[in-house]
Structure formats: C-alpha cells, structure tokens
C-alpha cells in the first residue's frame, strides 16, 4: 500500500511535443505529491507539486492531472525541449516534510 | 544549486567494511532525510533526523544509524557493508515541521561494495 507505480519506464519525444508520465497509488492517507527532475550526476530537483484538494497544477510548461477517485496522477510536459531530457519521479508522502515514496522513474529523452 | 551538500562524491569499500556518508544541509534547516538510490530505481527512504532526534525510518536494517548535528550536518553510517549497499547515497534537506516543508536533495555519493 505504500507503493507508487510509474509509467512508462522510458520516453522519447519530439522536440516541441507533448510529454507524459502517469503515477498511480494505492494509500489514501498520502496527502503531497511532488514530481522531482533528476539529471546525470545530480541529485534530484523538485520540479512541481500538488495537493489532492485539486485537480490540476500549471506552472509553466509543467502541468499535473490529479484524479483522486482513480488514485492517480499525472505530468504533462508542454513544448517538450531537449534541455528536458532527465529522469522524472513522482513521489507521494503524508505530511509534506515526512518520508517521500518514490516512483520507479522515467527516462526521456526529447529529440531535437 | 539546493545548497545542500555531500561527501564524498565516489566511495569504493569492500564487503565487510564500514562507511561515513556525510551532509551538510541548508543553513536554518532542522530536517535531513537520508535515501539509497539503487541503479535504474526510485530513492528508498533510509531514516529523517529532526533537531538531532531520528524522527521515521523506513525499512532498513539497524547496521544503516545516522547522526544529526546542531551545526546543520549529519552523516549516515553504514557497517558490515554487502554488495547490495551498492547505490547512490542522497540526504535531503528541509525547515522542520510537517505539512510546510519541501526536501531539497543533494548531489549524492556513490557508494560501490566490492
């Protein structure tokens, strides 16, 4: 119950497209859910997050779908550029400070 | 840049040893959190220390201990090392207090186990 699947595991994109990566949980009580941007070597960034009391965050070229009744959630990546090829992870917690469940991450990689 | 930092970078031990992983957080954050990124997987929480106190540890066995300091440091130990131990190493920084705090992750140390 603890568990946060992710998908897909990879992704390739055009530049200038739309990307996607959907997460799915099962433990109602988790209440934060931030998607982390991670590059080679580095650790990972928090890239945007949101609260179940919405159904969708905007900053940028960076949207989250949240669908409480289906306990799931989504990025979606807007104008897709190569600077964007990472690895994402959604994650979930209760508390937002308290430990964060990883997904198992996905690789894109934006073509020019 | 998070402003949080770890050392070292890369670290070779071999089985049976024991290792120091050090970090030193954001200058004012009460919290550290401590998670193994293994190969191609999602960070696995270890432990979170707040105000030097452990404060929630996941499912790791007691040869993985951490310390906090009051200096905004802390270092997580891990004895008789297996190949399993094999992983990216991250803490992860925030201001204390549930339900207000963002963790803000370091570089990582890369911990191999031959």
């Known amino acids: 119950q603890q568990q946060v699947k992710q998908s897909p595991q990879s992704l390739i994109v055009q530049k200038g497209g739309i990307s996607i990566i959907n997460c799915a949980y099962e433990n109602t009580a988790f209440d934060y859910f931030p998607w982390y941007q991670q590059f080679p070597g580095k650790g990972p960034a928090l890239l945007i997050a949101?609260?179940?009391?919405?159904s969708e965050k905007k900053e940028g070229r960076f949207t989250i779908s949240f669908n409480k009744s289906a306990k799931q959630f989504s990025l979606h990546i807007m104008d897709s550029q190569p600077g964007d090829s990472a690895t994402y992870f959604c994650?979930?917690?209760?508390?937002?400070?308290?430990?964060?469940?990883f997904g198992q991450g996905t690789e894109l990689s934006v073509k020019p | 840049e998070t402003g949080v930092t770890q050392s070292p970078t890369h670290l070779i031990k071999t089985r049976g040893q024991q290792v120091t992983l050090r970090c030193s957080s954001q200058s004012g954050h009460n919290t550290v959190s401590w998670y193994q990124q293994a190969l191609g997987q999602g960070p696995q929480f270890i432990f979170q220390?707040?105000?030097?106190?452990?404060?929630g540890r996941g499912n790791f066995p007691p040869r993985f201990s951490g310390l906090q300091f009051p200096n905004y440091s802390s270092e997580l130990n891990v004895n008789a090392l297996e190949l399993d131990d094999s992983a990216l190493y991250l803490c992860?920084?925030?201001?204390?207090?549930?339900?207000?705090?963002?963790?803000?992750f370091g570089p990582g140390t890369r911990l191999t186990v031959l």
């Open positions: 220390y707040y105000r030097e106190e452990e404060n």
């Open positions: 994650a979930a917690t209760v508390n937002q400070g308290g430990k964060l469940i």
């Open positions: 992860a920084s925030s201001l204390g207090g549930f339900g207000t705090d963002t963790q803000y």
């Open positions: 949101i609260r179940p009391d919405v």
